[in-house]
């Protein structure tokens, strides 16, 4: 007989959530936290000393950063590795939206869209947002939450 699962989210993690490949992967730890502002809840290190899985959070969201691999079930890559391609776009709501800017460009974000407000009339919404990539390529959008629509 299997076993009855009440809730199949475990606690302390969303619903969805994402696994980023970095070619040197406690560097990316260290910038995420400095220019984004997550926070190390898990760092699993393996026997060669690199980092085999780790657990970031932001708020209620936790992302995983982990080294490039390549298996029969898995082949991740960092988008430095692939001449910049990245596959995803991670966006994420923040509470004060100039400040993280000003934190991420500080550290170096490469700023791919310059903060703006994003508005799409009554019916729908308006954020003020920014887009960076990372140091490894990987794409990041930011904003926060202006108007919610109109109901």
Same mark, same amino acid.
């Given at each position: ?8 989210? *475990? ?13 040197? *992967? ?48 898995? #082949? ?5 590795? #692939? ?10 709501? =923040? ?21 703006? =407000? ?13 887009? =960076?990539?990372? *140091? ?9 939450? #202006?108007?919610? *629509? =109109?109901?």
């Amino acid at each position: 007989m299997s076993p009855q699962w009440s809730n199949p989210v *475990p606690p302390g993690w969303p619903r969805i959530s994402i696994s980023l490949a970095y070619q040197s *992967p406690a560097e990316a730890i260290d910038w995420l936290c400095r220019a984004f502002g997550f926070e190390v809840r898990v760092k699993v290190i393996g026997d060669d000393g690199g980092v085999v899985h780790s657990e970031l959070t932001f708020g209620d969201g936790v992302i995983m950063v982990a080294g490039e691999r390549s298996g029969p079930d898995v #082949l991740a890559r960092s988008p430095r590795s #692939l001449g910049g391609a990245c596959t995803q776009g991670l966006f994420i709501y =923040v509470d004060d939206i100039q400040a993280h800017y000003e934190r991420a460009c500080a550290v170096g974000a490469k700023v791919t869209r310059e903060l703006a =407000v994003s508005d799409y009339g009554a019916e729908y919404w308006a954020d003020r947002g920014y887009a =960076v990539s990372d *140091p490894e390529g990987h794409h990041w959008h930011f904003a926060q939450r #202006l108007r919610n *629509p =109109v109901t």
